[in-house]
């Protein structure tokens, strides 16, 4: 295959998290993946960037990364994007969720979820909006929400229960297990489908089978 070529030296690891999400697990041709950890800065922006980079040359459907954890303007410069056009205010305002999203590529768009410290009241509504996620959902055949993590805020929980699959991203030999361990069970208590762990700075990818019973 062109792809395992292409990315046989770069990125072994992400690949393979592409791969398994595509082809081993039971989900809907349309879904919502969530990237999330327990502590800010683990690398989840950069596991779910990595994945979009990938997927994208990997699949012809429409892709959506919905960029919902600490603001990195650097990202924003680098691809024309704009972090005070957010996907909460633009919906509370009544327009299309087009508004909100900027090109990343030839199928995908990404977008900032909500400003920092402000519209708390529209992102409660949004995440409790039913219709809105069956609408990203139907629209879209891989929306990958950069979750921030649970140390930060828990909108990362709340967005995670829409997902269709949710990757925990630790930092190797730096995070201990309890702290992985409280993240995952309030994951499964707010109704999250945790499916793997990705050890960041290793790349390597854990089946949720395999982690629960370490």
């Known amino acids: 295959m062109p792809q395992m070529k292409r990315y046989a030296n770069k990125d072994d690891g992400i690949l393979n998290l592409v791969q398994r999400l595509d ?4 989900l809907p041709e349309h879904r919502i993946i ?3 950890s327990a502590r800010s800065g683990e690398g989840t922006s950069t596991i779910a960037r990595d994945y979009v980079r990938v997927l994208e040359d990997m699949v012809d459907h429409k892709i959506l990364l919905i960029d919902a954890g600490k603001l990195d303007e650097s990202y924003y410069d680098a691809n024309q994007g704009n972090p005070s056009v957010t996907i909460v205010e633009t919906v509370a305002a009544g327009q299309e969720l087009d508004k909100a999203l900027f090109p990343l590529g030839n199928h995908t768009h990404f977008g900032r979820w909500a400003g920092e410290g402000r519209g708390r009241i529209a992102a409660t509504k949004l995440l409790n909006n039913n219709k809105f996620w069956d609408d990203l959902h139907n629209s879209y055949g891989t929306v990958v929400i950069d979750a921030p ?7 990362g929980i709340a967005l995670a229960a829409h997902a269709d699959a949710t990757i925990l991203v630790v930092e190797a030999e730096k995070t201990r297990q309890p702290v ?7 994951l499964d208590a707010a109704g999250a489908k945790v499916v793997g762990l ?9 089946p949720a089978k395999v982690y629960q019973n370490m």
């Open 149 to 155: 993590s649970l140390q930060e805020s828990p909108d």
């Open 23 to 26: 082809r081993t697990l039971d």
């Open 34 to 36: 969530t990237f999330i």
């Open 198 to 206: 990705v050890m960041n700075k290793r790349r390597f990818y854990i």
């Open 180 to 186: 992985v361990e409280n993240l995952r069970d309030t």
